[in-house]
């Protein structure tokens, strides 16, 4: 499979594109610490042992890999990001105030297609913003088409926020998943191939995807969001308003 534009990362721009991409948002040692810091709690030397562990904990204990997971969620390099994402698109929402919407760590296991997200918007999400604004970011390793990096469609968020078909799932999620018959992915499907320490920040309505990771082990990556608003508005029990 390849690239289905021939965009660069670097032409990317947010009025055009709906998506940004910066360079070396840390500094390494910031992520080495984080992956010091989770080897450490989960007694780890390496990170193919812990892939290893989280397929295992997938396979056979599901609770506590969902504990797991909130759990390294609230390592304050997650919070640095969302400071640093505001930065980022504070002046894009005049008058408005930022709200910190929360990030966590996401697991993409290998070849594992119930996780795999669907087209979707995060305005549909996290409806009731001016603006809202999802920074994602490889973790430990770069993201690529084999690892199924996420994909996006360029240009998509000129079209607000669009009609969505509600999927439950029995495992509890559900996927708010649009249509996109009307789109040329072939032109303009952009896959984020992103190296590690680098990011893309997009507008909330930007239609994007998670894709099949191919390779052995796990894909780590952040997620991060700031909502700007000139109200008060809920920030939270968003599910019951889709
Ligand atoms: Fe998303």
């Not at 969302?82 to 930065?87: A, D, R």
């Not at 240009?155 to 040329?184: A, C, M, P, R, W």
Request: aromatic content about 10%; glycine content about 6%; some cysteine.
């Amino acid at each position: 499979m390849k690239k289905t534009t021939t965009l660069k990362l670097e032409d990317l721009n947010f009025e055009d594109h709906g998506i940004i991409y910066k360079k070396e948002i840390f500094d390494k040692s910031i992520l080495d610490g984080l992956e010091n810091d989770i080897l450490l709690l989960t007694n780890k030397r390496n990170l193919i042992e812990l892939s290893d562990y989280i397929v295992e904990l997938d396979r056979n204990d599901k609770k506590s890999l969902l504990e797991l997971n909130k759990f390294i969620s609230k390592h304050p390099v997650i919070s640095l990001i969302g400071v640093t994402l505001m930065n980022d698109t504070k002046n894009l929402a005049p008058n408005t105030f930022p709200v910190y919407l929360g990030g966590s760590i996401l697991l993409g296991l290998p070849n594992d297609k119930r996780l795999i997200y669907s087209w979707h918007q995060e305005s549909n999400y996290m409806p009731g913003f001016k603006k809202l604004y999802n920074s994602w970011t490889p973790l430990f390793k770069n993201s690529e088409i084999d690892n199924g990096t996420m994909s996006v469609i360029i240009g998509s968020h000129k079209y607000g926020k669009l009609d969505y078909n509600k999927i439950s799932s029995s495992n509890g999620y559900t996927q708010l998943e649009n249509d996109v018959s009307d789109f040329n992915l072939k032109e303009s499907e952009f896959w984020c191939c992103i190296p590690l320490g680098d990011q893309v920040i997009f507008d909330q309505n930007l239609i994007h995807r998670s894709n099949n990771n191919k390779s052995n082990n796990v894909r780590f990556s952040i997620t991060s969001r700031i909502g700007y608003s000139d109200v008060l508005t809920s920030v939270d029990g968003f599910k019951e308003k889709y």
